[in-house]
Structure formats: C-alpha cells, structure tokens
C-alpha cells in the first residue's frame, strides 16, 4: 500500500470539492441565519437582493472580495495573513472525515471522531494569531478571550465526544450514527446533547458565547482590523464552524441520515443528514435571537464549574451503564435526573431571588395619592411674599 | 491556562467616541489589569453644540427647538422644563388641558424613553431581540407623536403658554390603542430579558453604587431610586397636573444594574398607568392662554426643574427682560449620572463597562449639550 | 399613502407659466429626469482582479462588482446624536435596513458607508477623519440630517463643524431633522443608484480612464 | 512515491525546525514550531501510526503552541518581538553540527536500521489494549504527573503578589 | 433555564406571525395628517397667484435661517383681482437646512406656507435640496390638492373672499374663472 | 397680529423692545420656610438674600462659598446633600458663580450665589463636599474661565485642548456667518 | 524508505534542537526547542516501532508517554517563565541569576 501521484490528484479533487461545498453550505448559512433572525424579531430579512433575498450572500462575498484589503501598519504583516489560513484550513479538514451518508466522505477514518477532535483544536491558533498581530487593543483583547475560551470548551466537548464513542464502542462516525438506527441518542443521553450543544456554541463563539467576538465589547475581536477578502475567510469559516456543530450533533444525537424507519437511498439520506444538519443550526440562530451574552469570567466558571464536571458525570453514567449492562433507559433517567437537577438549582440559586427582589420592588413602591381635583384651583401653593 | 486576571500586566483601553456601546459619542479611558478596570477615565464633549450660548441668541420661541435636540429621547420633557420655566418667570397660568396633555405626552414619551433603554441595555449585554421588540412598540408611540406634534422626535409642541395645537379627535382611542401595543412590548422584554438567566449573571451585583456616593455624584433618576432613595420630583416637588394623579414611585434597594434596568421596567407600567388617568381626566377646554406671540419675561431669574426619564432635569433661567435668554444653564440628569460611572466601574470587568454604562442610560446631546 | 399614490385626474390647480422656471435642474423624482446629476463619488480602489485582467472584462466586471456593492452596503455603527435614533430606527423592525443588505459592523475595517447622523462638533472631527480613512475602499459617506450637511440648527454655535463635507466628501445628503427613516432609506436607494451609475459612466470620468489604462 | 512525500515532509519539518531555532520574531518561531510538529505529523502518518499523529496535532497544535503563544503576548510583546543577538553561536553550531555528524555517523554506520522498508502499523485497538494493561501503570504515573504539572502550574501562574519566586 | 425558556417562546412566536415591517418603496407606513415634512407655499387659486407676501417673517423667525425671500408689487392688485398689494417674487428654502420646526408656518400671517408631508429628498449635492420659488409652489400645490387644504383665515388671506367683502361683484366672477381653468400639463404627480 | 418687517435686531434688543419688566420674588410655603432655615446656617456670611417659589437664595463671599455650603450640607434641618447645579453667570463687569443645593431627605432647595470679579476669576473648590463638583468646576472652568482653586484636575471638559477662550462668556465673538 | 531516513530526519531535528538550546537567549525560546528535541526523540521511537524492530507497540506507547511530558513540562514552565517576567521583567536565561543570591 504506497501512496500514488493518483491518489494525491484524488485528494486535491475531493479537497476542492469539499470546500466548494462547505462554502456553499456556509454561504447558504448566511442568508439562512439573516433572514431566520429577521423572522424571530418580526421584520422579514433580506428581500431585495434576488428572490427573497437569497444572492444577498451573493453579493456580500462579491462585495468582500473586490473590497480593499488593508493592513494595518504596525502589525506583523506576515502573522496577520497567515492567521485566516491558520483559521480556515483546521475548520476545513475537519470536514474530511464527516460522512454525509454511510459511504459518502472524503475519507471514512476509523477514527474520525478523535480526527475531528485533534484538529478543531487547531484553529484557536489562528484565532490568536489574528488577535495578536492586528495589534489594535481590542483585537489582542479578543485574541485572548478567544484563547482562553476556546481552550476551556474543548475539554467538555472532547469528553463528551468520548462519552458517545464509549456509548457507540467506535470511534468512526459511520458506526455511531449506524448504532442509532433505532434510538438516537439523543433520546438515550439528552444530557449529553444538551452539554455538546452549549459547548459546541462556545466553541463557535456564538451567543451567548460570542464574548471574543462582542460588537458592544471588542467590536469584533480579534477580527476587528481584517477588510476584504481577509475578513470574508473569517466569516467563511465561521459559518463552516457552524454548520460543523450542527452536523455532528446531527451525527452524535441526532442519527445522522439514519431514521427508524429502514435505510433511506443514498440522496434521501444526505438530504435528511442536512435536514437535520440546519435544524441544529437554526437552533443555534434561535439561541442568538433570544440570549444576552455571557461575561468572560462568568463563561470560564461556567465551562469549568458546570459544564465539565457534568460531562465528566455523563462520561461516567454511560460507562458505568455499559459496563454493567444496565437497560438504556436507565441512562435516559440518569441523564434527565442530572438535567433537571441542574435546572432546578439554577431556578433556586438565581431565577428565583430575582423574581422575589422583583415581586418586592413592585410592591413597595412608594405611592402617590392623587389629590381630588378641584375646579379650577391653581397647581401652586399660596405664595407670599418674600422676606429679604 | 485561564491566566486572564494577570497583575502587573496594564493596559489602556480607548472606548470611544466610536464605539457600538457608548451610546452615541461617549470616550473612556480604561486602564485594564487583564480584563479587569483598574482605572477609568471619562472624555465626554465629543458632541458639546453649545446650546446654551445658542440659546441666548434665538428668541424664547426657537429655544424650544434646541431643547428637543437636546437630550433627544425625551423631546417633550425637555420642552416642558424649559416652557415651565419661562412661564413661571412670566406668571403665565397655563389651562388645565394643556398641562393634562402636555403630562401625557411627557409620560408617553417616558415610556418611549424607556423602551428604548429596554431595547439598547439588552443590545449592551449583547441581546439582539429585544430592542427590535421595543423599537416596534416605540414606533406607536411615535406615531402617536406625530398624530399630535406633526414629528417623530423633534416637536416643537409644547409652547410658552400652552401647546401647539389641540390632540387630534381620534386621539383618546389612539392612545389607548396604543398602550395596550405598548403594554405587550415591555412584557415581552420582562419575559425575554428580565429573569433570563444569563442577563441576571451579566448584571446582579454589577456596577454597585450605594445611596450615599450616589446622592454625592449627583445621580438622579431611576438610578438614583435603584439605589434606594426615593426622589422623585414629580413626586417631591410636583408640577403641573402631577398632583392628580396617583402613582407608584419603584425604589431599588442594591444599586445594581439590575435594579436600574428594573426600576425603568416598573416606571414603564407606572407612566402607562399615569398616562391612562390622565386620559380619564382630560377636561375641555382652551390649550393656550392669550400672550403675546413674542414671549419676554420679566427681568429676573428662576430655576425649575422636572423629572425627565434620565432624571432630575433644571432650568436656570435668567432674564434681562428682552425676547431672548440673558443666560440659560440647564441641570442635564445625563451629566450627573455620568459622574457616578468612575465609582460603579472601578473593580469591573472590561464586559461591566459596557453593561453599566448602559445601565446608567446617558443621553450625550444633554451631557455634552 | 398620500405621498406616493400618482393622482389619476389632471389636477385641477396648477401652477401658471411665468411662475414657474425651465424643468432642468429639478431635485424632486430624479427618476423622471433621466440624466442624474451624479457627483464624482469614491473610485474604487485597484484590486486584485483589476490587476489580473484586461481593461474590458474589468469593466463589464465593474458593474457587476458595482451592482454587488449596491447590495451589500455594509454601515458603519455609529451615532452621533439625535439622527442617531431616527437611524437605529430605520434598522429595527418596522423598517427594516435589512432588506437592503443594509447591515451594521462595528469596525471601520468591515463597512461601506458611514452614516454621519448628527452633529460633527470639531472636537469629534478628527476622529470622524480617522475613521473614514480606516474603512477600505470603495466607501460612501452619508450626511444624515441637517446638522451634518450643514450645521443645521446649531449653526451659528463656537464648536460645531457645518456640515461633515467640511472633513470627508459626502455621497449623499438627506435633509430633516431628524430624517424619517423612509428619507434614509431613500438616502441609501439613492446611494446604491449612484454606485451604479458610477461604475456604467466609469469611462466618462476623468479619472477612471487614468486607471484602466495603467 | 513514498519516498518522494518523505522527502517532502522531512524538509519541511527540518525548514520549519531550522526557522525555529534561527526566527527573529518569538511569536514567528512558535508559528514555526507548529509547522515542524504538523511535519512530524505526518511523518507519524507515513510510519502508519495515524493515532499518534492525530495525538500530535492535539497535544502540540491544539496545547502546546498555544500554551507558548499565551504565555508569549501576556509576557508584553516589545520584550519578546526582536530577541536580538544569538549568544555564541558559533559554539552552539559547531556543538550541534558535531552531535549531528556522531548520530548521522552511528545510524549509517548501524546495519539493522538498513534493512526493509516494510513498516507495521498498529490498530488503535491494540495501542488501547497495551496502554491499559502492560503499560497501565505508566499510564497512571503520566496522567498523575499532568495533574500534578497543571495544579503546579496554576499555582506558579496564579503566585503571591510580589514576592520572589 | 425556565426564564430562557420563556424567552424562546417569546422570540419563536413571531416567526409564524407577520412581520410589521414595510417594505420601503412600494409600501410606506403610513404618514399621520399632521406631519410637518418640509415647508412648502401655498398657491391662492381665487387669485391665481401665491398667499406669500413676502414679508420675511418666517424668514426672520427660522432658527436655522435656511429661507430667503424678496417681495415686489403684485401686477394683479393693480388689476384688481387680488388684494395683496406685494407679493413674493423670489422665495428660496434650503431644506438641507430645515429642521422642520414650523415655526415659518406659526408666525405666517397669510396662511401662505405649510409644513407639507414631503419628506425624502435625498439628493447628491450639499445644496441638492434647496427649493426655490416653482418648486416651492408646485410642492404647495400639490399638498393643497392631496390633503384638502383649507385656509385658516379666508377672510384676510383668500383673495376671492377678502375682494368679496370690498366688492362682491367682481370678486364672484373671478371666482368662477379661477377655479374652472383647466391645467395645462400635468406635472409635478 | 402680523408683526411688521423690522431688520434684525443688530444687538441685544433689550433696548428697543417695551420697557423692562422686573419679576416680582416670591415665596411659597415652603420657600419661605426654607429661606428661614437658610438664613439661620448662613448666618452672618449672607451678603444678601431673596428668592422666588420654593428657591430662596443667598449671596456670600466668594472665599466663604464652600464653607457655607458645607454647613448647608451638614445642617440638620436643611441636610443639602445633593449639589444640583453649579453654574456661572456672566454679568459682564463680574462673574456670578451659582450653587444649586437639594436634599434628597428635606425636600429643600436653595441657591447659594457669590460674585467673582471679571479679572480675577478664582473660587475655592466644593470638590472635597460633593463628587459632581469635580466635572460642573471643569465645565464652568471651560466656558467661563473661573478658577476653582484646589480643583485636582481643570482640564477642558467639553471643549478641546487648544481651543481659545471661553465660549459662555458674553464677550465671545459669536458665531455668525451665513450659508446663503 | 528504509528506517535509516527517519533516523537521519530525527537527528537532524535534534541537532536543532540542541542548536536552539545553546544559541538562544530567551528562555521560551529554549523552551520550545527542548520540544523539538522530544519530538525529534518521537519519530526515532515511532520509526523503530514501525520497522518492527522492537516490540511494536512499544516504541508508540513511549512516545505517547514523551508527548504527555512534554505537555507537562510546557504547562510547568510557562507558568514559571511568567513569574519570572513579572518578577524580573525579562525572561533572559542570561539575565535569570537570582539563584547566584
């Protein structure tokens, strides 16, 4: 088994083709994410530009790419245009091991979960990079927070990825969504959907977790000095991220293109892996039109108080079920027990002295009687004269 | 390596004049340790008209309109102010359905005020919904306005001795139709902003300033009610029809961010009820008493003051007896509330910055004027 | 409503001849007039495609490249005072820049156009200049209201600069104080015309010839 | 073809580890670094070890350098941008030029590494079943040290405030 | 979490729901009775000549100053089919400058400017918006014409009533012919 | 009704408007309640006294103004623990430096007044009594050039640096240039 | 492609490595060359491993166990290069003589 000339134009092909329809998918991301959000706040998105709107993607990226590229004087010139390649590559390579069906991927890994894993690690360098070179205050600002986000929620997110490969028994794609023919696991393990949910918007640095990239905060991060084609890498990638979420928590919770009802044809399987796919992603939308944004203090406390520790827990409840073979249901109520646990204290700790402090303001308000209106009595007190 | 909160490792931090967060053209210097404010530093004047020179250059009659312009959320509360003053200069006594409509307004455009604080603060903390919410409430509100006042924003309604023009006939119906709009908008903000979990994180215990320094900075207002002093001059000191009307004055009690977010959802309700009595009340009869289409008060001089949304507006107001202003000062809120920022932010994270400020609700036509 | 609604009947009033002057030069319903008096707008800058290819598929490019533009025109967040509001107004539900692509970035690095809604005091003078000069190429400026096209009511005031076009060359003026948003919403139609007809005339003007040819 | 990709990949990593040891810019040599450990990477893949590669991306892509760029831009760049001169080295060259020439010396000279260029792979499952029971307790011992190693560090990082270390 | 809840069933309803937005230039929302769009002047069809003057109090009385006008003798008093002894011969407003107070439309004593709905004239120029006298009066015209526009004083200022009150005879007829003229082109729709 | 066609008035038209009316000050209750309290803390540093409503006022020294206002403070009838305004007048040939005072407990305002001579523009700081001194000196210091001595920080506030002169002075060459 | 060529590559990585150490000043960059060196130490043991000539799992096992080191050993003195930078202000090896009293 030695590797061809062949093979390496086979990857190219399949690379380009890859990012072709990554970018599409992204591209279709942001019509998808304008117009959604423009729904949920009651206007309607984008609809000028194409029917409903949908060359408005279109022409930002013509726009983006004709736009000029400036560069700011005193940063390092060569970091700041390496690091959209640093950011841009890992979100893509990823891709190489997402099967869109059983036999559809650029390459079927054994391993592709922990492929998935070591690479999309690699794009906080990049992230830093940008930060850092810019050298304007907010980027190196954003960089950090960027950093030190990124690098906290990796760890819930590669744990929980373990946890369903420990619930699969394989670390390829094909055989976790193959396992959920039947139950997806979401329904087995909503705790864990939920844990990779939130982890994998903080890995996106989307709301509530777009701390790094806050327009009120930071103007944009470590984005904030990228114009032109430079920026639209970004945002490409951004969106890929995204899609990337939702696609494998489509293939982790979800049942990839698989549904109980027998094995769909090849299209029909892709088509449902993208239905499912963009649901998540809407959902993701969905959280950005309705959360505020999260401090960076308080999203570390969260990733390393809450959100680790409990995925540690579902680690354990989904080993400790397989080792000693217990029905799957009990995973379900161990796993809502712990969601709703969680949920509980949260009303208890925090919801519900607020709803109390604001019961109590209400209530204690000062009151100011009206005094019965006599006709035509002047508003002003008697007058006398002054004294000096 | 959460190696965030470094010491030693300072860092100055230009907010502003442009900046998404500042609320128009507000400047401050931050000293950061990591993403911690060690010191702070306010630039304002970045907006400075120079409206108070203006003013005693223009007659009485077109001071009204750089009053609209000046803390231009609140047009027709600073109109008052400005024609109350000069009318108790003058002893004018205004009739009784101008000052019931002029009231109303003034409490509608309280509420407009305050939807869109509602709205921003939730942009502030990063919630993209909310002010979409409120806009669209505001915008009833505005078309009430314009129904009346024949403008959006800047009025030029409320006049030396009365008001422009009577309300329009449909307008009782309009505005109670309205306000049920309204009343929809800032529960829908309660309900998406006020107990969300990640709001509560962003703003319990955040930028706390207590009744003394408070009272000490000047701040007045919602904030200074958040922070547990109930003043109130509609309350303490009132004017025009407010003595008839019975309302609840909301009293914080921690000086949070919270509390100043919430005392505004609160006066929201408390200015839609007021706005209510005011339209079971409102007499016939005249809008405007009879005086001379040039205003020239008296020599001598008068301070008033009012509540406006952001806070305890004055006029002080001299005259030399001829159609334009000897000298005009007015007591912005923003101002005074701007001069409590430093003590709420110091100790904060660089996020707080953003959230109190917001919370503050700074308007900088008024601060600068 | 009223505003747009063409009457069908001739009117009855009218306005007699000598009253009235020859029809050129008319500011109302520039459609109706064919030829737009365009003033000479931001030459984009040479790209990289413009580089890479000859003159005539650039220009046919342009077009396109403009037509993109026109959709895409990104503003910049940024208030200054009371159009401020009338401007975040236009954004929010009710009107919807949205639709327009219209869309806010906080960066200069990231935007088109730069609303100037309000008064340019001369203290924010210089930073308004440095922040037209960061945003890249091609970029419009928009003097909302009367304050930044000249001063408006704060004309006669020590601190206030009349009008932005002072600092920055202004692409489009909407006059009101404040606008309503259906005049900045006309302001940006208005605009993304321009573009247009900027690129279809590149030829025309004086500086656009200079630059295919290098 | 194989040959062809090592030797691509082998100059790659030497060029990468040559600017590391020469870049100017800190934050370049870190940025080199990376690029030697991805040709490391890959010459991991080309020895059939994917799982090793994959665990070189995670540990030094997604870990250390970054570790080395946080630790880098919060020690304040204009230190760290330019670190001027190289101190002597011409001893250093020579030194290692010296310890290359030995290596080069005893692997060529060595008759076992010549043989085949059959190479063997190993399943992940097999690594998986050897870590845990043969090397088990190394592999306790490794994951104590890095508990070890990131409380120490927290706690180095974290410090008193001004006292010496 | 049941407060975040809440708030996705608060953003979620109004995707199934309409949005309240118009869409610009086709729709416009609608604009109330008494807005004040930029000024524009009055046209006395009794006399077939403007209500304006020209005796420069708006002028005066702007705060932003941004009007200009000069009056003459009006031909038609010496005619006798109008009242006004002067009349506006230049009138220019820049509405660049306005600021749309009506405070010209308050102290007008001759009902001869109003504050008119016009209000989107973005134009390319810094002085692209400035009307003078026929944009002025064609503008008036046609707020006169969409909006019912009645004369607050048609005693003093409509020329046909106020000649009625000296002569009512000659004031009838030229009533009759003032309001039957046929237009001559259509513009300014 | 109709105003005659007059030019502008090419100075201030105090002169050629109606002979100049003088408002007539009074108390109210509460006014004249407060002007007896006031009048009792002042005590002998009153120069002159009188006020209007509910806001009495007191002219003092210049050097006593924050020593008086101090005593308003700390007093317990009058507790002015709120300064509401600090702001200048410029009577050409002096200054008039105004504390607005309010207490937020009592309910109770009052002016307390001192005059500043043109030339000699120095008033000793209120920043150690209230917080909003500090920015309301740095403005009046800005617009009308008075020294607050003791004020930490008198750098402009509102205006520029560089800018000259003091723009809310009366002898500040207005801004008057047409556009047309 | 025999094991001789990734014993040639792994030398040379080292030789690097050591370069780095001797030559450079600052102590990160010491740091990351002291990596390089583990790294150049992994592809000599995954290569035996590869060309069987020890147990075959073995050589893996140990560069996992290096790779973990490693990471130990940047998260330890990273945190002691930034005591000292914010103690001495410089993270010079030269310049770290504290130890001297």
């Given at each position: 088994?030695?590797?061809?000339?062949?093979?390496?134009?086979?990857?190219?092909?399949?690379?380009?083709?890859?990012?072709?329809?990554?970018?599409?998918?992204?591209?279709?991301?942001?019509?998808?994410?304008?117009?959604?959000?423009?729904?949920?706040?009651?206007?309607?998105?984008?609809?000028?530009?194409?029917?409903?709107?949908?060359?408005?993607?279109?022409?930002?990226?013509?726009?983006?790419?004709?736009?000029?590229?400036?560069?700011?004087?005193?940063?390092?010139?060569?970091?700041?245009?390496?690091?959209?390649?640093?950011?841009?590559?890992?979100?893509?390579?990823?891709?190489?091991?997402?099967?869109?069906?059983?036999?559809?991927?650029?390459?079927?890994?054994?391993?592709?979960?922990?492929?998935?894993?070591?690479?999309?690690?690699?794009?906080?360098?990049?992230?830093?990079?940008?930060?850092?070179?810019?050298?304007?205050?907010?980027?190196?600002?954003?960089?950090?927070?960027?950093?030190?986000?990124?690098?906290?929620?990796?760890?819930?997110?590669?744990?929980?990825?373990?946890?369903?490969?420990?619930?699969?028994?394989?670390?390829?794609?094909?055989?976790?969504?193959?396992?959920?023919?039947?139950?997806?696991?979401?329904?087995?393990?909503?705790?864990?959907?939920?844990?990779?949910?939130?982890?994998?918007?903080?890995?996106?640095?989307?709301?509530?977790?777009?701390?790094?990239?806050?327009?009120?905060?930071?103007?944009?991060?470590?984005?904030?000095?990228?114009?032109?084609?430079?920026?639209?890498?970004?945002?490409?990638?951004?969106?890929?991220?995204?899609?990337?979420?939702?696609?494998?928590?489509?293939?982790?919770?979800?049942?990839?293109?698989?549904?109980?009802?027998?094995?769909?044809?090849?299209?029909?399987?892709?088509?449902?892996?993208?239905?499912?796919?963009?649901?998540?992603?809407?959902?993701?939308?969905?959280?950005?039109?309705?959360?505020?944004?999260?401090?960076?203090?308080?999203?570390?406390?969260?990733?390393?108080?809450?959100?680790?520790?409990?995925?540690?827990?579902?680690?354990?409840?989904?080993?400790?079920?397989?080792?000693?073979?217990?029905?799957?249901?009990?995973?379900?109520?161990?796993?809502?027990?712990?969601?709703?646990?969680?949920?509980?204290?949260?009303?208890?700790?925090?919801?519900?002295?607020?709803?109390?402090?604001?019961?109590?303001?209400?209530r204690d308000a000062v009151v100011v009687q009206a005094k019965p209106r006599l006709h035509r009595e002047a508003p002003a007190a008697a007058k006398v004269e002054a004294s000096s | 390596m959460t190696t965030t909160d470094q010491r030693q490792v300072d860092m100055m931090l230009n907010l502003g004049p442009q900046h998404p967060a500042t609320h128009g053209v507000f400047r401050m210097l931050l000293t950061l340790d990591g993403e911690r404010i060690v010191d702070m530093e306010p630039h304002i004047g970045y907006l400075h008209r120079g409206s108070e020179k203006l003013c005693e250059n223009e007659s009485y009659g077109q001071i009204v309109t750089l009053f609209d312009r000046m803390d231009y959320i609140a047009n027709l509360n600073n109109e008052l102010v400005f024609v109350r003053a000069v009318e108790r200069l003058m002893g004018l006594e205004v009739p009784e359905r101008a000052q019931f409509i002029r009231v109303l307004l003034c409490e509608l455009n309280r509420v407009a005020s305050h939807l869109l604080f509602l709205g921003t603060y939730g942009l502030d903390v990063g919630a993209m919904t909310p002010v979409m919410y409120t806009f669209r409430e505001r915008e009833r509100i505005q078309n009430i306005f314009e129904s009346v006042t024949g403008a959006r924003l800047m009025h030029n309604y409320i006049r030396i001795g009365g008001i422009k023009e009577d309300v329009p006939s449909d307008f009782t119906a309009r505005v109670r139709a309205a306000l049920e709009f309204v009343k929809r908008g800032v529960d829908e903000t309660d309900r998406l902003l006020?107990?969300?979990?990640?709001?509560?994180?962003?703003?319990?215990?955040?930028?706390?300033?207590?009744?003394?320094?408070?009272?000490?900075?000047?701040?007045?207002?919602?904030?200074?009610?958040?922070?547990?002093?109930?003043?109130?001059?509609?309350?303490?000191?009132?004017?025009?029809?407010?003595?008839?009307?019975?309302?609840?004055?909301?009293?914080?009690?921690?000086?949070?961010?919270?509390?100043?977010?919430?005392?505004?959802?609160?006066?929201?309700?408390?200015?839609?009820?007021?706005?209510?009595?005011?339209?079971?009340?409102?007499?016939?009869?005249?809008?405007?008493?009879?005086?001379?289409?040039?205003?020239?008060?008296p020599k001598g001089e008068v301070y008033v003051h009012a509540e406006n949304p952001r806070g305890d507006i004055g006029v002080f107001l001299v005259s030399d007896g001829s159609d334009k202003p000897y000298r005009l000062k007015v007591r912005p809120p923003s101002f005074c509330n701007l001069v409590a920022l430093r003590p709420m932010l110091l100790n904060s994270y660089v996020a707080d910055s953003i959230a109190i400020l917001g919370s503050i609700d700074i308007v900088l036509g008024e601060v600068d004027r | 409503m009223a505003m747009n609604e063409k009457p069908t009947q001739p009117s009855p009033l009218f306005v007699p001849e000598h009253w009235q002057r020859p029809k050129q030069g008319r500011f109302f319903d520039t459609k109706e007039q064919g030829a737009v008096s365009l003033g000479k707008g931001n030459r984009p800058a040479p790209s990289l495609i413009k580089s890479a290819a000859p003159g005539v598929i650039t220009a046919r490019l342009d077009e396109l490249a403009a037509l993109a533009r026109s959709n895409s025109l990104w503003t910049l967040t940024f208030g200054l005072a009371c159009c401020a509001i009338e401007m975040i107004s236009t954004h929010m539900t009710n009107h919807d820049f949205d639709r327009y692509g219209v869309v806010t970035w906080p960066s200069p690095r990231q935007s088109d156009v730069m609303i100037v809604a309000g008064t340019v005091v001369k203290k924010m003078a210089e930073p308004i200049r440095l922040l037209y000069e960061q945003m890249p190429d091609p970029k419009w400026v928009i003097a909302m209201g009367s304050c930044a096209t000249n001063g408006g009511p704060y004309w006669r005031s020590y601190s206030v600069v009349m009008g932005v076009d002072h600092l920055i060359p202004v692409d489009v003026y909407v006059p009101g104080c404040p606008p309503r948003p259906e005049a900045l919403q006309d302001g940006i139609l208005k605009l993304q015309e321009k573009i247009r007809h900027d690129a279809r005339n590149a030829d025309v003007a004086p500086d656009a010839l200079t630059e295919t040819r290098s | 073809m194989d040959l062809v990709l090592f030797y691509v990949i082998g100059f790659v990593t030497l060029l990468a580890g040559a600017g590391v040891v020469s870049a100017r810019n800190v934050v370049h040599a870190a940025l080199f670094l990376l690029t030697s450990m991805a040709g490391v990477a890959a010459a991991f893949v080309l020895l059939y070890a994917e799982f090793l590669a994959l665990v070189q991306v995670l540990i030094y892509g997604g870990a250390i350098v970054i570790v080395i760029l946080f630790a880098l831009m919060l020690t304040r760049h204009g230190e760290f941008q330019v670190t001027a001169e190289h101190r002597r080295w011409p001893v250093a060259a020579v030194a290692s030029i010296a310890l290359f020439g030995l290596l080069a010396a005893s692997v060529v000279l060595d008759d076992r590494a010549r043989g085949t260029d059959a190479r063997v792979g190993v399943g992940i499952n097999r690594l998986g079943a050897e870590l845990f029971e043969r090397w088990a307790v190394p592999f306790e011992i490794a994951s104590i040290l890095l508990l070890v190693a990131m409380i120490g560090a927290i706690v180095i990082a974290r410090g008193g405030g001004s006292d010496e270390p | 979490m049941i407060a975040g809840l809440k708030g996705f069933l608060t953003t979620i309803r109004w995707v199934f729901k309409r949005p309240v937005t118009a869409n610009y230039p086709e729709e416009h929302l609608p604009v109330q009775p008494r807005y004040m769009g930029f000024p524009a002047l009055l046209w006395d069809t009794t006399a077939d000549e403007p209500f304006c003057t020209g005796c420069m109090v708006c002028v005066r009385e702007c705060p932003t100053q941004?009007?200009?006008?000069?009056?003459?003798?009006?031909?038609?008093?010496?005619?006798?089919?109008?009242?006004?002894?002067?009349?506006?011969?230049?009138?220019?407003?820049?509405?660049?400058?306005?600021?749309?107070?009506?405070?010209?439309?308050?102290?007008?004593?001759?009902?001869?400017?109003?504050?008119?709905?016009?209000?989107?004239?973005?134009?390319?120029?810094?002085?692209?918006?400035?009307?003078?006298?026929?944009?002025?009066?064609?503008?008036?015209?046609?707020?006169?014409?969409?909006?019912?526009?009645?004369?607050?004083?048609?005693?003093?200022?409509?020329?046909?009533?106020?000649?009625?009150?000296?002569?009512?005879?000659?004031?009838?007829?030229k009533l009759d012919t003032g309001s039957g003229k046929a237009p001559s082109r259509e513009d300014d729709a | 009704m109709t105003q005659p066609p007059k030019p502008t008035p090419p100075e201030r038209p105090a002169r050629h408007g109606p002979p100049v009316e003088v408002a007539q000050e009074v108390f109210d209750v509460q006014g004249q309640e407060t002007a007896r309290l006031l009048a009792r803390v002042v005590g002998t540093n009153a120069l002159e006294s009188g006020g209007r409503d509910e806001v009495p006022w007191v002219r003092v020294e210049r050097e006593r103004l924050p020593h008086v206002a101090e005593r308003c403070r700390d007093d317990q009838s009058l507790r002015m623990d709120m300064l509401h305004l600090l702001l200048a007048v410029d009577y050409v040939e002096h200054l008039e430096v105004v504390y607005i005072l309010l207490s937020t407990q009592t309910l109770r305002k009052a002016m307390l007044k001192a005059r500043v001579p043109a030339n000699d523009a120095q008033v000793p700081t209120a920043t150690h009594l209230w917080e909003a001194a500090h920015w309301y000196e740095r403005e009046v210091h800005d617009l009308f050039g008075v020294t607050f001595t003791g004020n930490p920080d008198l750098s402009p506030l509102l205006l520029y640096e560089g800018f000259e002169g003091h723009p809310g002075l009366k002898s500040f060459p207005f801004h008057d240039h047409d556009e047309f | 492609m025999t094991l001789v060529h990734f014993q040639l590559l792994s030398a040379a990585l080292f030789a690097l490595g050591v370069y780095g150490v001797l030559a450079r000043r600052s102590a990160v960059l010491v740091l990351i060359s002291i990596e390089l060196m583990l790294n150049a130490v992994n592809v000599n043991l995954v290569a035996w491993a590869a060309y069987n000539h020890f147990d075959k799992v073995t050589g893996l096992v140990i560069a996992v166990f290096v790779i973990t080191v490693a990471a130990a050993e940047v998260a330890l003195a990273f945190a002691i290069v930034l005591r000292l930078y914010r103690a001495r202000g410089s993270v010079n090896v030269d310049e770290i003589d504290i130890m001297r009293g």
């Open positions: 088994m030695s590797v061809t000339l062949l093979d390496i134009v086979w990857a190219a092909v399949g690379a380009v083709a890859l990012v072709t329809a990554v970018s599409i998918l992204g591209v279709s991301l942001v019509w998808l994410e304008r117009k959604f959000l423009g729904r949920l706040q009651g206007r309607p998105g984008p609809n000028r530009v194409g029917p409903f709107g949908l060359l408005q993607p279109v022409a930002d990226g013509i726009k983006l790419l004709w736009k000029e590229d400036v560069s700011p004087g005193p940063s390092a010139k060569v970091l700041f245009y390496v690091a959209p390649l640093l950011v841009f590559v890992p979100s893509f390579v990823v891709w190489l091991t997402i099967p869109f069906t059983r036999d559809l991927a650029l390459r079927n890994l054994d391993t592709s979960v922990f492929f998935f894993v070591a690479f999309s690690t690699l794009s906080i360098v990049g992230v830093l990079l940008a930060g850092w070179s810019a050298a304007s205050k907010y980027s190196v600002l954003g960089g950090f927070r960027a950093a030190a986000q990124l690098v906290s929620y990796e760890i819930p997110l590669i744990v929980i990825a373990i946890t369903m490969v420990a619930l699969a028994g394989s670390m390829s794609f094909v055989d976790i969504v193959e396992a959920q023919r039947t139950v997806p696991y979401i329904a087995l393990v909503p705790l864990a959907a939920v844990l990779f949910f939130i982890a994998g918007l903080a890995e996106i640095g989307r709301t509530p977790f777009d701390i790094y990239l806050a327009e009120s905060e930071v103007v944009g991060g470590p984005l904030v000095e990228y114009s032109g084609a430079h920026w639209a890498v970004f945002y490409l990638a951004e969106y890929g991220n995204t899609f990337l979420v939702g696609a494998l928590t489509a293939l982790l919770f979800l049942g990839g293109w698989s549904w109980p009802f027998g094995t769909l044809p090849a299209p029909a399987a892709v088509a449902l892996f993208l239905t499912k796919s963009y649901f998540v992603t809407v959902l993701i939308f969905w959280v950005r039109g309705t959360y505020p944004r999260l401090r960076i203090d308080q999203m570390m406390s969260l990733g390393w108080k809450i959100l680790i520790p409990l995925s540690f827990v579902t680690l354990v409840t989904v080993v400790v079920q397989r080792f000693y073979g217990w029905p799957s249901w009990t995973l379900t109520l161990m796993s809502l027990a712990t969601l709703a646990l969680a949920a509980w204290l949260q009303t208890r700790l925090q919801g519900a002295p607020a709803r109390a402090l604001a019961e109590k303001y209400r | 006020s107990f969300n979990e990640v709001f509560l994180l962003r703003t319990k215990g955040v930028g706390v300033i207590d009744a003394k320094t408070a009272v000490s900075c000047g701040l007045t207002g919602p904030n200074l009610r958040a922070s547990g002093v109930p003043y109130d001059v509609r309350k303490d000191n009132p004017y025009e029809v407010y003595p008839y009307l019975t309302f609840k004055v909301p009293v914080g009690e921690r000086g949070d961010c919270w509390d100043r977010y919430y005392m505004r959802v609160l006066e929201c309700h408390e200015s839609i009820s007021m706005i209510e009595q005011c339209l079971d009340l409102l007499p016939d009869g005249p809008t405007m008493t009879q005086t001379r289409r040039i205003a020239r008060p | - | - | 941004c009007m200009s006008a000069r009056m003459h003798d009006n031909p038609n008093f010496a005619a006798g089919t109008s009242h006004r002894r002067k009349i506006i011969e230049h009138f220019e407003i820049n509405y660049n400058r306005c600021i749309l107070c009506g405070i010209c439309v308050d102290v007008c004593a001759f009902d001869a400017i109003e504050m008119t709905h016009e209000h989107e004239l973005a134009s390319y120029a810094r002085n692209g918006a400035r009307a003078d006298l026929p944009i002025l009066l064609s503008q008036g015209r046609r707020w006169m014409e969409r909006s019912g526009w009645r004369p607050r004083n048609p005693e003093k200022n409509v020329a046909g009533v106020a000649l009625a009150k000296r002569a009512p005879a000659t004031a009838a007829t | - | -």
